[in-house]
């Protein structure tokens, strides 16, 4: 994958996040605050807790950190998959932003 090829899934991943934010705000009483500060995304939650993602250019991969950890995604050219052999990024999120909202979220490409 080239520099061009990442920079362009994760501008993607992070548009998306963004909006699934925006959606879950709107029909939920979840309250997330995203913010967005070039390629890093911080979800705040109503008890504090925040979820980070950002970009490591240099690797190519996105990073999600979360009370349970720090995880390490690379595009496999349809998902991000974690490089650990973990579950893919959205399911990760999922999992995480509910736990840490005590609500299920659910956000998509």
């Known amino acids: 994958m ?33 913010q967005r500060v070039g390629g890093m995304i911080t979800i705040t939650f109503g008890n504090g807790s925040q979820i980070v993602i950002n970009q490591q250019k240099p690797l190519h991969e996105i990073w999600l950190a979360a009370r349970t950890g720090g995880y390490h995604y690379r595009f496999d050219g349809a998902q991000w998959q974690d490089t650990k052999g973990g579950a893919e990024f959205f399911a990760a999120l999922n999992d995480n932003a509910s736990q840490q909202a005590g609500m299920p979220l659910r956000f998509d490409r």
């Open 2 to 34: 080239t520099d061009l090829e990442f920079l362009d899934q994760a501008e993607k991943l992070l548009l998306a996040v963004e909006e699934a934010c925006d959606r879950i705000n709107d029909a939920t009483d979840a309250d997330l605050d995203a």
